[in-house]
């Protein structure tokens, strides 16, 4: 098929028509009114809204902004801006008001939808500061607008006046899959945010190689987790809908483990922090119970790690090894299993290295986690594991019609049609980006003998301690991460001597372990400087280093009472830590580990 066949809009449209009355999107904990939306509902209100949108002088091409949580209307606001062939910026609903005044003055977004009255509230304040914002729009219809030109987003699916079906046909008939689709602003973890500049050529290439590579049925179901600001959650929303995939959109992430009960979804996108939570949580559980238990479990993972690599081909399997599957699964992973829903066929996972225990973990229980590899810039996915080639530590083969050839310094570089046009508005970024055609990843990797991907470290990041050595910050974090009393970790060793960590304890496990020895304590400042509770880290930090290399490893740590967070600065809205920002706030406790 040709590539004009996989645009956007039209294979949302086809099953539309194939099944009208099937329910397209879901809201967990949504309103009555957006729990259930028919493909029928899907396209009716995404055919008024961008008549709206038309009525009220929004041109082609102009941008429309996105500040909510997920929600079924997140994905209506979104098809319904580019079937007015406009041009979608989403931001993070956890956004300051100065990182999205930036986002949408150098966008120039002239309608920003909005979910609650929080976020109402900020858009107001957003109003003042961006002379291209026009109007709001909020889908809580219990929200109370204090401006004429805002709308809620029901009062305008209920009002027929503005419609102008002839015009929007005539802007579906002549879109272009070099239109622009979206302007998505890379979080940055130095510096003001760019904009990935993605066209509808792009996401209709995407969908084209996705399906060599990843098997979804219509009817089945997947659970939107992260956020659809990200590239990630949003283009597998994308994939899954032009499919026919039930999309359930989770707007409390705090719900995530009932959610998955709840559900019972075929498939979800996760970040690595998600799994190694539960890792670290199924791991704690089994080191507290009996020694029997204990050894069923490790008897039972040790034949979940044989039948996995059976299945993938790299070992020989005989009756005696499906029996014992069967009884490990039936008497262990079963329970795992069911708390992850059930049903699940796989799970890709991206935005940063999950740690190769962890991943081993869930191939040996059969919860098929994919990882891959990929950037905003390129769409998401230029590589993937897949359910028959499963690779612990790779990243999998590269996308059927993407390019990826090592270069220089061995960074990863990229060429096809699911790479951006460029950075929005910054032409001297976009020289530096780009080298003959080849988009530079800034990320250093290496194929192994069957061509999977292995990412060694992020380029940009790499620090060479006083002894020449060079860290991969994110390698030891991740190490470190799979502590269940460890939330959040920044390693510091550039010029340093040694390696040294500053911690933030997971405080709910923590407080547990502390109820348990009898500490007492006034404050989380008063727990993280208890003698046992620096004694338990020193021994937990023992255990999973153990793999790390001795000048790679941790050797001295602070424990912090407060988290990275993105209101004071030290991380991005994809939870990557800002290094700088985080050493400058805690220069003196750093200076402190190196006396």
């Known amino acids: 098929m ?19 009355d099937a329910i397209a999107l879901e809201g967990y904990d949504a309103m009555e009114k957006w729990r259930s939306v028919s493909w029928q509902r899907f396209e009716d209100v995404t055919q008024q809204l961008a008549q709206w949108l038309i009525h009220n002088g929004v041109q082609t091409q102009d941008r429309c902004a996105i500040m909510s949580k997920n929600c079924p209307q997140w994905t209506c606001a979104d098809i319904a801006i580019l079937k007015a062939r406009n ?56 929200t109370q607008l204090t401006s004429n030109s805002d709308c809620h987003f029901d009062v305008i699916l209920q009002d027929k006046s503005y419609l102008c079906e002839g ?7 002549s879109s272009e899959l070099d239109d622009l689709l979206t302007l998505i602003y890379t979080s940055g973890t130095t510096g003001q945010p760019k904009g990935v500049m993605l066209d509808h050529r ?79 949580a199924i791991q704690d559980k089994v080191i507290k119970s009996s020694p029997a238990k204990r050894k069923l479990f490790s008897w039972a993972l040790a034949i979940g790690e044989q039948k996995f690599e059976a299945s993938q081909g790299r070992r020989g399997s005989n009756p005696l090894l499906a029996f014992q599957w069967k009884l490990a699964n039936q008497l262990v992973f079963s329970k795992l299993q069911k708390a992850l829903g059930g049903r699940l066929k796989f799970m890709p996972c991206g935005g940063a290295a999950l740690e190769t225990k962890v991943e081993r973990f869930f191939q040996a229980i059969d919860v098929p986690v994919l990882c891959g590899y990929g950037m905003t810039e390129t769409t998401a996915t230029v590589t993937c594991n897949t359910v028959d ?19 220089d310094n061995n960074e990863i570089m990229v060429r096809g049609d699911t790479v ?18 080849w988009l530079k990843t800034g990320d250093a990797g290496k194929f192994d003998d069957n061509g999977n991907l292995i990412i060694t470290d992020r380029i940009k990041e790499l620090m060479k301690t006083s002894n020449g050595k060079y860290i991969a910050p994110q390698r030891v974090e991740g190490k470190v991460g799979c502590c269940p009393y460890i ?9 340093k001597n040694y390696v040294t960590a500053l911690i933030v304890p997971a405080f709910e496990a923590l407080e547990e372990w502390a109820k ?44 912090l009472s407060d988290a990275f967070s993105m209101e004071a600065g030290l991380i991005t809205p994809t939870l990557k830590l800002r290094r700088k920002m985080i050493y400058h706030k805690y220069d003196s406790e750093i200076r402190a580990m190196y006396k």
């Open 420 to 437: 951006m046009r460029g950075y929005y508005n910054r032409p001297d970024e976009n020289e530096t980006t780009f080298e003959d055609g």
């Open 487 to 495: 939330e959040q970790v920044a390693v510091i060793a550039e010029s």
């Open 389 to 407: 080639n499963r690779v612990p530590g790779s990243n999998g083969q590269p996308l059927d019609e993407t390019e990826v050839k090592i270069g």
């Open 167 to 173: 015009e929007l046909k005539a802007r579906l008939t």
């Open 202 to 280: 792009n996401i209709a290439s995407t969908i084209r190689q996705h399906d060599t590579k990843l098997k979804v049925n219509a009817g089945e179901v997947s659970l939107a987790l992260l956020p659809l600001s990200h590239i990630f959650e949003r283009g597998w929303s994308f994939y899954a809908l032009c499919r026919g995939v039930k999309n359930v959109y989770l707007t409390d992430t705090q719900k995530a483990k009932e959610a998955m009960e709840a559900v019972k979804p075929h498939t979800l996108c996760v970040v690595p922090r998600f799994l190694e939570k539960i890792y670290s």
């Open 87 to 142: 041009v979608v910026v989403p931001l993070y609903p956890t956004s300051t008001t100065d990182q999205a005044a930036f986002i949408i003055n150098d966008s120039e977004a002239k309608v920003l939808f909005v979910d609650d009255e929080a976020a109402y509230q900020q858009a107001c304040e957003l109003k003042s500061q961006c002379p291209s914002l026009e109007k709001i729009v909020v889908f809580d219809e219990n």
């Open 516 to 559: 348990e020895q009898g500490l007492k304590y006034s404050s989380p400042l008063d727990l993280v400087r208890h003698s046992k509770v620096i004694d338990l880290f020193e021994q937990r930090l023992k255990e999973v280093q153990q793999e790390l290399a001795n000048f790679e490893q941790v050797k001295k740590f602070t424990l």
């Open 2 to 20: 040709s590539l004009e066949q996989y645009q956007l809009i039209s294979l949302l449209r086809s099953q539309t028509r194939s099944q009208p």
